[in-house]
């Protein structure tokens, strides 16, 4: 088989959980890391370019994810290649950057090693170094999707997707890690939070598959993870309370956070929900960034020459 002189990935940003679908839904949107991976020649060494969302700090070695998870692809791809990343995803923010980072390796390296590549076959591969399936299932198969494992295995599903609805984001200066956001949560939960969560979930896969879109601000409460997880994000009940205020349909936090996420309809509801947001994030002395997305129905897209 010929190697490809060259594999462009385009990977989606995706926010998590939207409130009760904890672990369990994933949405990508319209925010998109993109990699570029060629061959370099025989003898050479690996050269990583980075551009873009913290280009300054991400490790330019085999410590680098996009490169760990290239490596780590069952045919395990030889020889040397020039990786460039253009990175668009707020990275630690809870909007799927490691998720992305992982899967463009995966989908580069599958590229690479097969004449007849089986990207779906990369999932599992993807969700193992994760952990959780949401991010990365969404950020593959695009719109709003989820995932659930048990003795059969991976079963994913895709609900419709909001596309017509505006997203804000709530992006701030500071990051919370996955790992710290998953040790403040309890390892038990009482059967009236799971209750209250699995009731609310349900009312969110009705509202969206039935554009029921006023159900949402009941819908994206929940009782497992986002009381617990809003100690790290100072601002989290004042912020959502704005947005509510002034027309957003529902918000929650995106993922782990520390970004929050809020639905309008519509452009002229979403810049004054952007606006209120950001006064009541910054009257606890808080600074972010606003970005204005759309769900992003199409997914990963790999294109090989």
Not at 114 to 133: N, Q, V
Request: hydrophobic share 45%.
């Amino acid at each position: 088989m010929a190697k490809p002189s060259a594999v462009r990935i385009s990977i989606p940003a995706t926010t998590s959980n939207l409130g009760p679908g904890f672990d369990v839904l994933g949405m990508a949107l319209t925010l998109r890391n993109h990699l570029t991976v060629r061959p370099l020649p025989k003898g050479s060494a690996d050269k990583i370019e980075i551009f873009g969302e913290s280009a300054e700090s991400l490790p330019r070695d085999k410590s680098n994810l996009v490169v760990r998870a290239f490596r780590k692809h069952r045919a395990s791809p030889e020889g040397a290649f020039h990786f460039k990343m253009v990175n668009r995803i707020p990275l630690s923010r809870g909007l799927g950057s490691s998720a992305a980072a992982r899967l463009a390796g995966l989908l580069a390296a599958e590229a690479f090693c097969s004449a007849k590549p089986d990207f779906e076959s990369l999932i599992s591969s993807a969700i193992a170094m994760e952990g959780h399936p949401d991010n990365a299932v969404a950020a593959f198969f695009g719109g709003l999707a989820g995932a659930v494992t048990g003795n059969g295995g991976l079963k994913t599903f895709r609900l419709r997707t909001p596309k017509e609805l505006s997203i804000v984001l709530l992006v701030p200066e500071f990051e919370v890690s996955t790992e710290k956001a998953r040790r403040i949560m309890p390892t038990r939960v009482s059967l009236k939070d799971a209750i209250y969560t699995s009731s609310r979930l349900a009312m969110l896969t009705a509202a969206f598959e039935q554009k029921r879109f006023n159900l949402l601000s009941e819908a994206m409460q929940d009782a497992l993870h986002q009381p617990y997880r809003a100690k790290l994000v100072v601002g989290f009940h004042e912020t959502i309370s704005a947005a509510l205020a002034v027309g957003a349909l529902g918000a929650a936090l995106s993922g782990s956070g520390s970004t929050i996420l809020a639905f309008a309809r519509g452009e002229t509801v979403a810049a004054r929900v952007a606006k209120a947001m950001a006064e009541a994030f910054s009257r606890k002395k808080n600074a972010g960034r606003i970005f204005f997305v759309k769900a992003d129905a199409s997914g990963a897209r790999i294109t090989v020459k």
